[in-house]
């Protein structure tokens, strides 16, 4: 079992990204220097009759900002102190421009690191996710083994991933994870909750960069830390961990619909081979993501588990028919589909409706119910329609007909996903209030 390290239960909120205790914004800005006039008031009241005090000398300079041209006295604390009241205020333009200029006068001065990292919390604000990256890169290398430095990383990789360089983010939340010089930079290995989140993000962005496999390895990470880890609450209640589930289920959906049966016979044999191992494997990863009962996650796995069903139905009714089969035998051949394929479309039902009455007990709305609700619509009124269709066609005796001359085609056998989709359990796990660790802080760092 991996440590918590900074993420124990005894660092109380400082361990899960909120504010540090006696740290707040305001407490902060009534420690900063005093205006210079009160300084050197100040030191001149310490001065006799005839006596001299000597000042280091004041350095004024003028730059450009986004609000226009304007002196400064070139004093670091001032300076931050200025940048930091600008980003309380919300401009945040005047505050990157101030701490930029931080970042020109005294790329060395202690604190530099916590203007970096503000520096790119505020271009954040900006939608300039690039600018913000290379902020948060200067964070980690004047903060090296800080706290903040690990809080950087991890805002570092968010920030590529707003910029859409998911190839990217991926690489660095794997340097947080795997390399030990990067664990230098950031105060050690990760801990338990941070490996948790970063295994997760890693696997999250390989996804988004269109490397499922790459993405599963990762995500079965997070699935082997849940296992070893169920036991403490933070981790069995983490967002990381359903989502991870879902976001499993999800590379194999998408992949098992890539697949269309299509001729020769022997191609549509393997094509239904692979797809009913995609299903199985999609329905697997959902079921889990189901019973940790969270209100989007797991409402979302279950919608597309009906969908898998219903999914596999369309494409079947898709697969490529012989050219040789008139229309008769086409008909017939639909017929037999139908009734191989009613059990797959009545599991869409029961596993729709359930995720519907999940979320009414969980007293949860939202997109995921709304098309839980217009698949299950889609499906009873499928369901009805073929009824009604082969009800038609069905002689008073009750037997249905036999195709003009010649039996229609055999239809195969019910497919391993059809078989599997019929055994499995559909989800129906107690319900209870799911706590998560709130999300990595974006709070402003600052600097006494």
Known sequence: MGTLRRDQA????????????????????????????????????????????????????????????????????????????????????????????????????????????????AYLRLGRPLDSAARFRDAVRHGQGSRDARDAVFLLAEALVIAGKHAQAAAVYGAALDEPEVQRLIGGPLGLLDRLEASAKRGFALKAAGDPHGADKALKAVERIYEDNRHIRLVEESEWVVRSYYERGEIYRELFETIRFKLPVERMARDLEDKANLFLKGQAAYFRAVRLHHRKWSLAAGYHIGGLYSRLIDDIYAAEVPADLDKEHVEAYRDELFRHTENLARRAVTILRKNIELAERMGVGGDWVEKSRSELDRMEKMLKREQKRLQAKTPAGGASPPGPNAAAPAAAAPSPAARGAGSASAPSPPLGHRRHRPARSRRIRNHE
């Open 10 to 121: 005894n660092e109380g909120a400082v361990a899960f990204g909120m504010p540090w205790p006696g740290r707040s914004l305001t407490a902060c800005r009534l420690r900063r220097l005093a205006p210079l006039s009160l300084l050197l008031a100040t030191l001149g009241c310490g001065a006799g009759p005839g006596q001299t005090v000597e000042l280091p000398p004041v350095e004024i300079k003028a730059q450009d900002t986004p609000s226009g041209r304007r002196s400064f006295v070139r004093d670091f604390k001032l300076l931050y102190d200025e940048a930091m009241a600008h980003y309380d205020a919300g401009r945040w333009a005047d505050a990157v421009a101030g701490f930029e200029l931080l970042a020109r006068e005294f790329p060395m001065a202690e604190g530099s690191g916590i203007a970096a990292f503000n520096c790119g919390l």
